[in-house]
């Protein structure tokens, strides 16, 4: 009997040894416990190349791999930054710790709306109290890195110190330039994987990649503990009575600050921070204490020790003293201030001079500014123009600084010397008003009009080819004219077939080129298309060429300073006109015309003088004299005529091709 007791002893042991093995071990191929961190700041509201949010897509993509997560995982949910804008403590763990259910995560994901904070330390402490003491995952997926005044990456140090198989993922989707270093870095320290994806696609292939390592490397779970023995219940201290309370931030005299961010810390009498963040308006629930609380507007700061008693919905008031500055732009003192319109791309500085911290001015054209008490250089940089300013800021007091970019109003106008009329022909006149880099140079204005800075201005008017030196002055509040004599005179150009001949009034039979021979200013060649062009000349001696047709013909002539001459051409030639027609058929696409000399003989001469293909007629002018006109179409037919032309005629003639 004692042996077979002894038999069935040692059976009940290894039995009971075998079971303790399976139960530690019972779990030894399941993946690793995972939380995946979700980022629903505000910059995931912006849109991607298929029109979807960043948000949009990532829930997408998060819900799509949790349907091909390893069977028997776990997984917790976290997401930040949906609920509120610029608070610091907007974290919400939507999924508990638990079996993975993709349908579960896309309706907690659904109604998630990107406006906050990048909590992201903060985030990852929370997300590791949701892991075993023996290790799992973190997986994060920002597109940008920490906002919220903490070191993300000594988050991650600290806990993979304190967990060693705590491993930490991280994916950055769609980061701007540089941000990839403090997200990388998080990985680096958390164990992990860093991946910088900038599409959905790449998103999901990033994910399944964590996916396929946390499959790969499941936890062992350790060893229920034997349940210990019973001990006496400890006494349950009352909870602390909490109250929901408010606080304000209160300008020293000029009443609650409701048009800017205040930035809050409260602290209880341990030291310890129960609230960090921005609200313009602060509801907390609090139990009955003393706090320390400091709020900060703009470079404001105000602080109190507020008593909470037991009293519900009582608000605390935090006086920050303070005053206001209201700044406007104008171009000179006289005139009204700038609109929203004119003031665009306005840049506006802020110096302190005692001490003050450095605020950001928006680009408005008349920010109204909270800001700590002392004095302030005030700045404005707007299209080119500059404008400074001091300001004393007084607590509990408004106080309105009008910028003066100090502009005047100049019209620049040009006239012959000794002429009381202007030049008004605005294609012959282009100015240049100003020196260096800021000068500007107006074309196609016979009297530009100018709003410029108050001062003395080099002025520049280049006229029919000569420049003509002056200056204008410019006085703030003031309009004024700037006028520049021009020494010279006009040509009026005219040109005729014949002494009997009327003008020539068609641009095309008209090319002048006019050149200084010897001017009394520099000048440069002029060339006109125009039948009877009006030349304003600086004064000299002008050599003037005229191209009509086949014509060419040459004078001279001095220009005096105030002339007005006319200068009519005779050319000495005749137009002809020529035709040609098919003997038989319909007219080709292209008829080529060639001219030829006579001499004494008709004998034509070797070259043409004269050439042109045309689809329908021929018209030149050439000099009196004989002449043979010679005509081909691409049909391969040809004809040609003699013809003698006299002075001033206008001939037509007509070829038959055959």
């Given at each position: ?68 997560w ?14 509120r ?37 903060q985030?990852?402490s929370?997300a ?18 920490e ?17 060693p198989s705590?491993?930490?993922h ?65 006494p ?83 006086e ?27 840049q ?137 004599v ?51 000349l ?5 050599h ?59 004998t ?24 043979r ?30």
């Amino acid at each position: 009997m004692p042996a077979t007791r002894d038999a069935s002893m040692r059976s009940s042991l290894l039995a009971f040894l075998i079971m303790l093995a399976m139960g530690a071990f019972a779990r030894a191929d399941q993946p690793a416990p995972s939380v995946i961190i979700l980022d629903a700041s505000g910059s995931m509201a912006a849109r991607e190349p298929d029109g979807d949010t960043k948000l949009d897509a990532a829930r997408r993509v998060v819900t799509e791999t949790l349907a091909k997560w390893p069977a028997g995982g776990e997984l917790a949910l976290i997401a930040y930054g949906h609920r509120r804008k610029s608070d610091c403590a907007d974290i919400e763990t939507l999924v508990e710790m638990g079996p993975v259910s993709a349908s579960e995560v896309q309706q907690k994901l659904k109604p998630l709306r990107a406006r906050g904070k990048t909590p992201l330390s903060q985030s990852l402490s929370q997300a590791a109290k949701l892991l075993p003491a023996n290790g799992g995952s973190i997986i994060l997926v920002s597109d940008g890195i920490e906002t919220c005044n903490a070191d993300p990456c000594a988050v991650a140090s600290e806990l993979r110190k304190t967990n060693p198989s705590l491993i930490i993922h991280v994916v950055g989707f769609g980061l701007a330039k540089g941000e990839a270093t403090q997200l990388s870095c998080i990985a680096e320290n958390g164990g992990g994987k860093f991946f910088d994806v900038g599409s959905a696609s790449q998103l999901t292939q990033s994910l399944d990649t964590i996916k396929e390592e946390i499959a790969a490397a499941p936890v062992v779970s350790e060893p229920a503990p034997q349940p210990a023995p019973p001990t006496e219940p400890a006494p349950v201290p009352e909870p602390p009575h909490i109250v929901r309370v408010g606080l304000a931030a209160v300008a020293q005299g000029l009443g609650p600050i409701v048009d800017a961010p205040v930035r809050w810390e409260v602290k209880d009498d341990k030291h310890e921070t129960v609230f960090a963040g921005e609200s313009r308006a602060l509801s907390l629930d609090l139990a009955a204490g003393t706090y320390e609380v400091v709020a900060s507007a703009a470079n404001a700061q105000g602080k109190a020790s507020v008593i909470v008693t037991g009293e519900e919905g009582k608000t605390y008031e935090v006086e920050v003293p303070a005053g206001r500055l209201d700044l406007a732009l104008a171009a000179n003192k006289s005139a009204a201030p700038f609109g929203d319109l004119e003031a665009a791309g306005v840049q506006w500085t802020l110096e302190p001079d005692e001490g003050q911290g450095k605020v950001e001015i928006p680009s408005l054209a008349r920010p109204s500014l909270l800001l700590a008490p002392g004095r302030y250089k005030i700045g404005a940089k707007l299209k080119g123009l500059e404008a400074t300013a001091l300001a004393t800021v007084v607590p509990g007091a408004p106080a309105a600084v009008t910028l003066d970019f100090r502009l005047g109003t100049v019209v620049l106008e040009a006239a012959f010397d000794g002429e009381a009329e202007t030049l008004d022909d605005a294609a012959m006149l282009s100015w240049r008003i100003g020196e260096g880099d800021r000068a500007q140079t107006i074309s196609g204005q016979a009297r530009p009009r100018l709003v410029l800075p108050e001062g003395r201005y080099p002025v520049t008017l280049s006229i029919a080819g000569a420049d003509v030196p002056a200056s204008a002055e410019v006085s703030a509040a003031e309009e004024r004219v700037a006028r520049v004599v021009v020494g010279g005179g006009e040509l009026a150009l005219s040109a005729r077939l014949g002494p009997q001949a009327p003008p020539i009034d068609d641009w095309r039979d008209a090319f002048w080129t006019l050149e200084p021979a010897q001017a009394l200013s520099p000048a440069k060649t002029i060339e006109i298309q125009q039948a009877a062009p009006n030349a304003p000349l600086p004064p000299g001696r002008w050599h003037i060429g005229l191209k009509s047709g086949t014509v060419t013909v040459e004078k001279e002539v001095m220009v005096a300073p105030g002339s007005k001459t006319a200068l009519d051409f005779d050319l000495g030639g005749s137009r002809l006109t020529a035709s040609a027609t098919p003997a038989a058929g319909e007219r080709a696409a292209n008829t080529v015309y060639s001219v030829f000399a006579l001499d004494a003989t008709d004998t034509p001469a070797t070259d043409a003088i004269y050439e042109v293909g045309s689809s329908e007629d021929m018209s030149t002018i050439l000099p009196a004299g004989k002449w043979r006109v010679v005509a081909s179409d691409s049909d391969g037919r040809a004809g040609q005529a003699d013809i003698e032309l006299g002075i001033g005629e206008e001939r037509s003639l007509d070829l038959k091709l055959e």
